[in-house]
């Protein structure tokens, strides 16, 4: 069975600073995909960007970016120039099928003004 | 574009009664999902489907069912209600095909059971 593990309950950073969460998975498959949500308080479940694991290239999504280390089996999220509105939970999640999809535990993520 | 839609957005219900969580899509997408989300936890995959007609078990289905008869549309029903099924419940889509298709999710349903 794959599992998901976010070490950080909660983390804060200042406005337009940067900051990183962690996440590592544990799997014996070979092929499969990382995601990272976004879940502000609204409750909605935003995808804010995804990782194809034979993939080497990081995926970059604006100030969103990844640090995919395969075989450490650890899939960091970079926010540059954080903004207030970046005040979330944040959720990593692995698929080996691109369908079902396994969540780690979530890290609040609280950016100060 | 309506996307995934799931009434009702908040219920209590009594120990023991029994309710139907509905969820709608309009985006054809053949894969359907339902997870529940306990306090400060992350989603858990209760059940999920494939397509019309085709449902499968997630991580905790126990105390739940699921039925799939159109594309559309995905219920959930809780038989007997329990106080551990408290949580939040999210329905979600998506399509296959080659590559980490994203899920697209609903507002949730927020579900008290006294």
């Known amino acids: 069975a794959q599992t998901v593990t976010q070490s950080q309950p909660e983390m804060s950073v200042q406005e337009a600073e940067t900051v990183t969460l962690s996440c590592t998975y544990d799997t014996s498959e070979n092929n499969y995909y990382l995601f990272w949500y976004k879940q502000p308080p609204s409750r909605q479940m935003i995808l804010v960007i995804r990782?194809?694991?034979?993939?080497?290239q990081n995926a970059t999504e604006n100030r969103f970016s990844v640090n995919f280390q395969k075989a450490a089996k650890s899939f960091s999220l970079k926010i540059s120039d954080s903004q207030l509105g970046d005040t979330a939970m944040y959720f990593c999640?692995?698929?080996?099928?691109?369908?079902?999809?396994?969540f780690g535990e979530g890290t609040q993520l609280t950016v100060n003004p | 574009n309506a996307g995934v839609t799931q009434t009702p957005k908040f219920r209590i219900l009594k120990i023991g009664q029994s309710m139907t969580l509905q969820c709608t899509q309009d985006?054809?997408?053949?894969?359907m999902y339902w997870y529940r989300q306990d306090p400060g936890m992350g989603l858990k995959l209760i059940y999920y489907?494939?397509?019309?007609?085709?449902?499968d078990k997630g991580e905790v289905p126990n105390g739940y069912n699921v039925s799939r008869s159109t594309t559309e549309d995905f219920p959930l029903r809780l038989e007997l209600a329990a106080p551990s099924q408290t949580s939040v419940y999210f329905c979600?889509?998506?399509?296959?095909?080659?590559?980490?298709?994203?899920?697209?999710f609903g507002d949730g349903t927020r579900l008290s059971i006294l």
């Open positions: 979600a889509s998506s399509f296959t095909g080659v590559g980490p298709q994203p899920q697209h």
């Open positions: 489907s494939v397509g019309a007609g085709i449902t």
């Open positions: 985006m054809n997408h053949n894969y």
């Open positions: 990782q194809e694991a034979y993939k080497q």
């Open positions: 999640a692995f698929s080996t099928s691109g369908s079902r999809l396994t």
